[in-house]
């Protein structure tokens, strides 16, 4: 049974950085592309940054894009999501998300089978 489990969510300030991680246990995570999504309050989940399973090729959404960094340490078997600048509208839920193949098009939550719990963001301005 695959299990995603995030970390580093919490309330910070507009302007400053967080950084999310997600331990993934249960498959063999080389094998796994790797990607974030959120939830803000009355929204759709969104795609924010994906990740192959070697790491050499990344996808972002426009939101995310000169502001977050999707990594991988296939060593440890987490994925990480550097966020910096952040603003008020980055407020939501995020989670981490695993699937088997990776898409250059925008991922829809759909292409993916395993889902983390989610960690809540807040940025207050």
């Known amino acids: 049974q695959v299990q995603l489990v995030e970390f580093g969510g919490g309330l910070v300030q507009a302007g400053t950085s967080l950084r999310l991680s997600c331990v993934v246990s249960?498959?063999?995570?080389?094998?796994?592309?790797m990607a974030w999504f959120r939830q803000g309050p009355g929204k759709e989940r969104e795609f924010v940054a994906a990740i192959s399973q070697s790491g050499r090729s990344l996808n972002y959404d426009d939101s995310a894009k000169g502001r977050f960094t999707i990594s991988r340490d296939n060593a440890k078997n987490t994925v990480y999501l550097q966020m910096n600048s952040l603003k008020p509208e980055d407020t939501a839920v995020y989670f981490c998300?695993?699937?088997?193949?990776?898409?250059?098009?925008?991922?829809?939550?759909?292409?993916?089978?395993?889902w983390g719990q989610g960690t809540q963001v807040t940025v207050s301005s």
């Open positions: 998300v695993a699937g088997e193949t990776y898409y250059t098009r925008r991922p829809r939550p759909g292409d993916y089978n395993y």
């Open positions: 249960g498959r063999t995570f080389s094998d796994l592309v």
